[in-house]
């Protein structure tokens, strides 16, 4: 039994607990510039259609009237330790997979919908954040079983319920699934959920060659063998990425989320004070491509000055000529043992090529 936990609105959340006069009315958290994305939109702010890697000016024409909040990562950061640290204190399997989600296996909880339960109530009442749940047989029924009834969902989900309960939805539920793949599998007579479980896998494979075409199917009846893995121990490296909700292709935008992703990534490490050499970035393009390219730097490093240069230079070296999917900033090569922070000084000598490194 897989529980996903995910924290409704988590940026606009934090904000309202420092301004709970804007409770009720659209939030944006996005940047200014004119590249600027928005990070999450409240629910009010979602019914005017803004969503995640919406362009902030587009969420600005849709509703003039919204609230719109610069990011303030250190505020997320330091609210998501205390989600997870009181998850933890209740959990004994659980993997944290970004500031506002993770997953917990809670098959050896007695009674474990009273124990989630009672966490959420307890979450809520401690931290002031508000988190919906989806219980299912594996992480893909939980995931998205958690986004079906938000805010302050809570949706047991069998994997054959999620078959019969979903068939009419389009395969964009599903992730993993984007809006290139849902309209290509639309095209040919697959809009539904149902109509993909019963496609063919050689008329797939076709299409989207055998190993995507094996996927799309098994997506499609919720299969998922992918266990829950708490981290332990020291980790090799740490990573952000994201999918985008439609293909970006404009470069610019897609660099203004590169280098939010990799100042993220860099106050991350700043505070467990751990340092990497190998910098690298993970780009999927709208036809499932994926691409990784890699660069080491002279010194350990978690200096944002140091690693933003090198995250720009390696995506502008690539320049993928088709739209993308997903981003990815990774940093590796870690000390074995943290020490206290030191950054590389910015004119450091960067030695070595591209190297392909797995995310």
Same mark, same amino acid.
């Given at each position: 039994?897989?529980?996903?936990?995910?924290?409704?609105?988590?940026?606009?959340?934090? =904000?309202?607990?420092?301004? #709970?006069?804007?409770?009720?009315?659209?939030?944006?958290?996005?940047?200014?510039?004119?590249?600027?994305?928005?990070?999450?939109?409240?629910?009010?702010?979602?019914?005017?259609?803004?969503?995640?890697?919406?362009?902030?000016?587009?969420?600005?024409?849709?509703?003039?009237?919204?609230?719109?909040?610069?990011?303030?990562?250190?505020?997320?950061?330091?609210?998501?330790? =205390?989600?997870?640290?009181?998850?933890?204190?209740?959990?004994?399997?659980? =993997?944290?997979?970004?500031?506002?989600?993770?997953?917990?296996?809670?098959?050896?909880?007695?009674?474990?919908?009273?124990?989630?339960? !009672?966490?959420?109530?307890?979450?809520?009442?401690?931290?002031?954040?508000? +988190?919906?749940?989806?219980?299912?047989?594996?992480?893909?029924?939980?995931?998205?079983?958690?986004?079906?009834?938000?805010?302050?969902?809570?949706?047991?989900?069998?994997?054959?319920?999620?078959?019969?309960?979903?068939?009419?939805?389009? #395969?964009?539920?599903?992730?993993?699934?984007?809006?290139? !793949?849902?309209?290509?599998?639309?095209?040919?007579?697959?809009?539904?959920?149902?109509?993909?479980?019963?496609?063919?896998?050689?008329?797939?494979?076709? !299409?989207?060659?055998?190993?995507?075409?094996?996927?799309?199917?098994?997506?499609?009846?919720?299969?998922?063998?992918?266990?829950?893995?708490?981290?332990?121990?020291?980790?090799?490296?740490?990573?952000?990425?994201? !999918?985008?909700?439609?293909? +970006?292709?404009?470069?610019?935008?897609?660099?203004?989320?590169?280098?939010?992703?990799?100042?993220?990534?860099?106050?991350?490490?700043?505070?467990?004070?751990?340092?990497?050499?190998? +910098?690298?970035?993970?780009?999927?393009?709208?036809?499932?491509?994926?691409?990784?390219?890699?660069?080491?730097?002279?010194?350990?490093?978690?200096?944002?000055?140091?690693?933003?240069?090198?995250?720009?230079?390696?995506?502008?070296?690539?320049?993928?000529?088709?739209?993308?999917?997903?981003?990815?900033?990774?940093?590796?090569?870690?000390?074995?043992?943290?020490?206290?922070?030191?950054?590389?000084?910015?004119?450091?000598?960067?030695?070595?090529?591209?190297?392909?490194?797995?995310?």
């Amino acid at each position: 039994m897989v529980a996903h936990l995910d924290c409704d609105a988590f940026y606009v959340s934090v =904000e309202l607990l420092r301004r #709970p006069d804007l409770r009720g009315k659209p939030v944006v958290v996005a940047g200014s510039g004119p590249r600027a994305v928005v990070t999450t939109a409240s629910y009010e702010a979602r019914r005017f259609g803004i969503g995640s890697a919406s362009p902030a000016s587009l969420a600005r024409r849709r509703c003039p009237d919204a609230v719109f909040i610069p990011p303030d990562f250190t505020a997320y950061r330091e609210k998501s330790r =205390e989600v997870w640290a009181l998850v933890r204190s209740r959990l004994d399997v659980v =993997e944290v997979v970004g500031m506002d989600e993770g997953y917990a296996d809670v098959t050896g909880c007695e009674k474990p919908l009273r124990v989630l339960r !009672t966490l959420v109530a307890d979450v809520e009442r401690e931290t002031g954040i508000v +988190i919906s749940v989806g219980v299912g047989p594996n992480r893909l029924v939980a995931k998205v079983a958690s986004d079906l009834d938000k805010p302050r969902g809570f949706v047991v989900l069998g994997r054959e319920d999620a078959c019969l309960r979903l068939a009419s939805r389009s #395969p964009r539920l599903i992730p993993g699934i984007g809006p290139k !793949t849902a309209d290509r599998l639309a095209e040919l007579g697959y809009a539904t959920i149902g109509a993909l479980q019963s496609a063919p896998e050689d008329e797939l494979a076709r !299409t989207f060659g055998e190993r995507q075409g094996r996927y799309l199917r098994r997506r499609a009846e919720f299969h998922d063998e992918a266990p829950v893995e708490p981290v332990s121990g020291p980790a090799k490296s740490r990573s952000n990425e994201t !999918t985008f909700p439609e293909d +970006i292709a404009d470069h610019a935008e897609l660099e203004a989320v590169l280098v939010r992703m990799a100042e993220e990534l860099c106050e991350q490490l700043a505070a467990k004070a751990v340092r990497g050499r190998t +910098i690298a970035i993970k780009v999927r393009l709208d036809d499932w491509t994926t691409v990784t390219r890699a660069k080491s730097v002279a010194e350990r490093t978690n200096d944002a000055k140091v690693v933003v240069p090198v995250v720009l230079e390696l995506f502008r070296a690539y320049a993928p000529e088709r739209p993308v999917r997903l981003v990815g900033v990774r940093m590796a090569a870690f000390e074995e043992r943290p020490s206290e922070p030191v950054a590389a000084e910015v004119g450091a000598e960067m030695p070595g090529g591209q190297l392909a490194l797995p995310f």
